[in-house]
């Protein structure tokens, strides 16, 4: 079986309306809305369901919310949530956490820890500048998250 192929015509060899078609994608895109963010000057609004850095709470005297009843370090799925408790010196509850530690390099950010806590003590912002140069940096512990509130204020999402 012979192929026969078309003769082209001479507009066609010329290839004059490929490129009008082409310059026409290029002026279209042009006049459209940029997309491109200047980073570091401008940062984006994360969405309202985003789940950023973890912080644990305060109460109102100022104490660490949580009670360390490890219901978050349990129904972690990337079991990155680490907890050491002792007893607690003040009246109002049995113990506290002495060492509180996630590693946000396991962590998926699922929020299950948030979900699961009974005393609203950890909780995930809008923060998501994690950039680090060391692996160590990237657990996060007690004062570290506690220190997020200071920086959830100060930086207006």
């Known amino acids: 079986m012979r192929v026969v192929t078309p003769k082209l015509r001479l507009i066609d060899r010329i290839y004059i309306p490929a490129l009008i078609k082409g310059l026409y994608t290029t002026i279209k895109h042009f006049f459209m809305r940029r997309f491109t963010q200047e980073y570091p000057e401008e ?3 994360p969405f309202p369901g985003y789940r950023g850095l973890h912080r644990l709470n305060k109460d109102h005297l100022g104490r660490v919310k ?11 799925p990337s079991k ?7 007893e607690a010196p ?9 060492k509180f530690e996630i590693n946000t390099l396991r962590c998926i950010f ?15 912002t809008h923060i998501y500048e994690m950039a680090d140069v ?8 007690k004062d570290d998250m506690l220190g997020t509130n200071e920086f959830w204020v100060l930086k207006e999402y």
Do not use: H, N
């Not at 949580?66 to 972690?76: D, K, Q, S």
């Not at 060391?134 to 512990?141: I, K, N």
């Open 110 to 124: 699922c929020g299950m820890c948030e979900e699961a806590c009974p005393e609203l003590s950890i909780q995930l």
């Open 66 to 76: 949580c009670v360390a009843c490890f219901m978050c370090a349990t129904i972690c």
């Open 80 to 86: 990155c949530i680490e907890i050491e408790a002792d």
């Open 90 to 98: 003040w009246e109002d509850r049995e113990k506290y956490p002495v």
């Open 43 to 45: 940062k984006r609004k």
């Open 134 to 141: 060391t692996r160590e940096a990237f657990v996060r512990r």
